[in-house]
């Protein structure tokens, strides 16, 4: 594999933990109206993670045509998904 997908992989490894570091903190008791909000936001936080990961794997399956395109898209998504979350590596 080359370094920018190994770097890519480590951190989409980062943001795995950090969402499920989101996860256990968003799920912890709250009242019922702040439950609901959170678990939306939460719901939002793991589409955009998906998003990251379909379109890593579909960079890792790619030829060498396009590739660039993928990485440009890929680099969008991880970045929205990055500041949604609040997470600067």
Do not use: C, H
């Not at 719901?43 to 998003?51: P, Q, S, V, W």
Request: hydrophobic residues 45%; glycine residues 4%; aromatic residues 8%.
């Amino acid at each position: 594999m080359d370094p920018y997908m190994t770097k890519t992989e480590a951190l989409l490894r980062q943001g795995r933990a950090r969402l499920d570091s989101l996860s256990v903190r968003m799920r912890a008791a709250a009242p019922a109206f702040s439950a609901v909000a959170r678990r939306r936001k939460l719901m939002n936080f793991e589409a955009r993670f998906a998003e990251v990961s379909r379109r890593f794997e579909m960079l890792r399956t790619a030829g060498t045509g396009s590739v660039a395109d993928l990485k440009v898209a890929l680099e969008k998504a991880f970045d929205t998904f990055r500041s949604e979350i609040g997470w600067t590596p």
